[in-house]
């Protein structure tokens, strides 16, 4: 992968090839998200890309109802590369997703992750 300088254009790049790009510190080894030029937890300038698995867990979630629209859930997400990212669950009822709910990346999400239970196919 190319750096890139604006680190949302290789997230963006990410998402358009199906992928959910996060970076991490070579320096501190933590997982950075969003994309950033600095790590928040130590300073360091040496971040690489990585491509999340797309396996997470639900931290929290909430039902949205919008006037004369169909409800929808917006939740937190902690992925097991362990970031955390605001996305929302498809394929179950809007108030159908709780805590530590097991999830993975829907690949076709296109613009921005989304994800599915895990056990759904
Ligand atoms: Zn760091």
Redesign the pocket.
Known sequence: MTESASPWIGYQEGLAAGELRFQR?G????A?FYPRVV?P????TALAWEISSGAGTVYATTVMRPHRQEPYNVCLVDLDEGFRLMSRVDRVPADGVRIGDRLRLLKEAGTAPVFVPADRS
């Open positions: 510190c320096d501190c080894a933590r950075v790590c937890h130590c300073g360091s």
